[in-house]
């Protein structure tokens, strides 16, 4: 990893925890809308790269359909969550629910195949699982308050601002060719 | 390939092809040194960079992947550790992005290999062992890009280590792990890998990284799955392999030594190992993570003179004292001159296949012809 790339990665990870503070210490409807927007555009930028990868590059690669699984799944995702800006707050929190839960189940699901095969990395991913277990079962808790959508984002943003950070300290294991 | 077989076994395959103790050491440095000419060293000693014939850990760590830095790893990659085997590979249905990632798959016996070896015809020793060291690893890095690419050099846990038992092998899953603090683990198969990394241009993708260092382990026979192979596993023979690069690195040099008309593909020297092959095997099928000692015992036997030990700055201070005019006639003087000529050629040859890949040589644009 590049040292522009460390420094883009530490200053991106301040930034969005700062954002993700605001939001848990101050949540109310104008924020919650400026979430399921920036959550709709990013979802649908990942999906859309994910789709053209898969058919310009990775349509000959072994296992590459799971990037086109992945790419038409974080696209559909986009589209919902864009759509979900003029109904109750009720339903989105169930959305919330089911996003959460299904992440963090694969996640586990992927350390349980990682730890198989690989020693090592199983343990961030599992723990990346059990976090987002935390806050499918944290919007359940709290269906009952208008807010709860976008604290509950708002933690997701520190969450993943801290793994940035600590990422962009994190040696990388590299095998030097001879 | 480590220094076991680009150091102490060039120096045996130089000696069986008729060079002198003198000659095969200068070879056999020279084809190591091919694995520590860093840019960063390059700086070191005040030579030109553009001679670079490898990138450190930081050096790859610190390089950008837009299509200029990509540009600078391919041109070292591909030419000097995954020679390209097939510039012209043909592939179905596939974007002309994911062809030039694909032709640069590296293998033995291609059209680069010929050139390669005519190129070091007639020219000082340290680019004979330049031309070894392309040659050998086009067996060691097959079927992996000298480019950075998840599509072409990812791999899967499709991984199972062949182990010799009886008059067949035993198959045993190989476990990865991220560790380059511990050595690898031969005795249960637990080796050390880079990192899956999604990103197509992440430097986790360069080369054989996803496939740790298996393929740099003479003994080692096992199969795989390859991420461009369509599905189609591969079984990796290296000591097979490690054979054929050996008997042809004999042939290539006698043959620059002015033994026959022209270097032709596919073609080893069995009859100058006859009466060493089960010596040699021995050492190629040994399960150990360096086979140096062996190599160099042999090698002292066959020549009857001591091998020093590989030092890297050993020509340091005959490059760095001598006068700018001079310096060209110093052993590294050469060897620099020798890296140019190879990368030059190599690039250009990926450059008129009509592959952006590898960018444009230097040497050609300023020169008007080839180096």
């Known amino acids: ?178 | 390939m480590q220094e076991d077989f680009h150091y102490y076994a060039t120096y045996c395959a130089a000696f069986l092809a008729g060079y002198s103790h003198e000659d095969s050491l200068v070879i056999a440095y020279s084809a190591q040194f091919v694995d520590h000419c860093s840019g960063t060293l390059l700086s070191r000693i005040k030579g030109p960079v553009a001679a670079a014939t490898t990138q450190l850990q930081l050096e790859l760590m610190d390089a950008e992947t837009d299509i200029v830095g990509l540009q600078d790893i391919t041109r070292i990659w591909s030419s000097f550790h995954f020679l390209p085997r097939d510039l012209h590979a043909v592939r179905e249905k596939c974007s002309k992005r994911y062809l030039q990632k694909y032709r640069l798959i590296c293998g033995p016996n291609g059209d680069l290999v010929v050139k390669t070896v005519e190129l070091a015809k007639g020219r000082p020793l340290q680019s004979v062992g330049i031309a070894m060291h392309v040659l050998a690893d086009t067996w060691a890095h097959a079927n992996f890009a000298g480019t950075p690419s998840l599509v072409i050099n990812n791999t899967n846990y499709v991984f199972y280590e062949l182990i010799p038992e009886g008059e067949g092998y035993t198959e045993r899953p190989i476990t990865f792990r991220h560790k380059t603090s511990v050595p690898d683990d031969m005795e249960n198969s637990i080796y050390t890998n880079s990192l899956y990394q999604r990103y197509e241009n992440s430097i986790m993708n360069l080369g054989h990284g996803r496939a740790g260092h298996l393929p740099d382990y003479s003994f080692v026979r096992y199969r795989y799955l390859p991420a461009w192979g369509n599905y189609k596993e591969i079984v990796k023979d290296n000591p097979s392999d490690y054979m054929k690069a050996f008997t042809q690195m004999i042939y290539a040099m006698k043959y620059i030594r002015g033994d026959g008309d022209a270097f032709e593909k596919d073609t080893y020297d069995e009859e100058a190992v006859k009466a060493y092959r089960d010596r040699i095997r021995g050492i190629i099928e040994k399960r150990q993570l360096s086979a140096s000692a062996d190599w160099k015992a042999f090698g002292e036997e066959l020549s009857g003179c001591e091998i020093p030990d590989y030092v890297m700055d050993r020509y340091f201070d005959e490059y760095m004292d001598s006068p700018a005019g001079e310096k060209e006639e110093t052993f590294l003087g050469r060897f620099i001159n020798g890296a140019v000529a190879h990368k030059g050629m190599v690039i250009d040859e990926i450059f008129r296949s009509g592959n952006r890949l590898a960018g444009v040589s230097k040497q050609k644009r300023s020169k008007g012809g080839r180096a």
């Not at chain 1, 991106?12 to 555009?41: C, W």
């Not at chain 1, 859309?48 to 559909?76: N, P, W």
């Open chain 1, 1 to 178: 990893m590049s040292v522009f790339r460390r420094i883009g990665l530490i200053l991106g990870g301040l930034a969005s925890g700062m954002i993700g503070l605001v939001m848990v210490l101050y949540p109310n409807d104008s924020k919650f809308m400026t979430v399921m927007l920036i959550l709709a555009t990013g979802l649908a930028i990942r999906g859309i790269k994910d789709i053209v990868f898969y058919f310009t590059m990775a349509k000959h690669m072994v296992g590459g359909k799971l990037i086109l699984f992945q790419g038409v799944i974080v696209l559909d995702f986009a589209i919902f969550t864009a759509s979900l800006s003029d109904i109750p707050k009720f339903y989105i929190l169930l959305y919330l629910v089911g996003i959460h839960a299904f992440t963090g189940a694969v996640e586990v699901l992927r350390a349980m195949e990682s730890k198989k095969f690989v020693e090592g990395p199983w343990k961030l991913k599992f723990f990346h699982g059990v976090v987002d277990f935390v806050m499918a079962l944290s919007c359940l808790v709290f269906i009952r308050y208008t807010n709860t959508a976008v604290v509950i984002y708002g933690i997701g943003l520190v969450y993943s601002s801290v793994i940035r950070i600590i990422g962009a300290f994190r040696k990388t294991t590299f095998i030097m060719i001879d």
